[in-house]
């Protein structure tokens, strides 16, 4: 499923405004995408989850964080489809 990612969200808007050159904000921004799509959330609400992790107790944290990444490593790895870039088809890896 392809999401849309609203790239006017100002914690987006904030964090792509730090890059000075546009290639590294193009890779950022195709990163992002594949995140969003991975996790089905906006920037804010993934700021916000995390943020209220942070808060809890540490007998209650989940480390949503960390565990987010290490899932869509996976995912990346299984799932996320690929373009190839003579063919211009997406591919799914395995």
Known sequence: M???VNWEDPALRR???T???EGTRYIYR???KA???FTDMSASALIDEA???IKRDLREKQDVVLTRLVYFYYWLKEAYPWKSR???KFYMDG
């Open 51 to 53: 943020l209220a992790d």
């Open 30 to 32: 195709t990163a992002f």
């Open 19 to 21: 890059m000075a050159r």
């Open 86 to 88: 003579r063919r211009g």
């Open 15 to 17: 964090w792509l405004g």
């Open 2 to 4: 392809l999401v849309s």
């Open 35 to 37: 995140y969003a799509q």
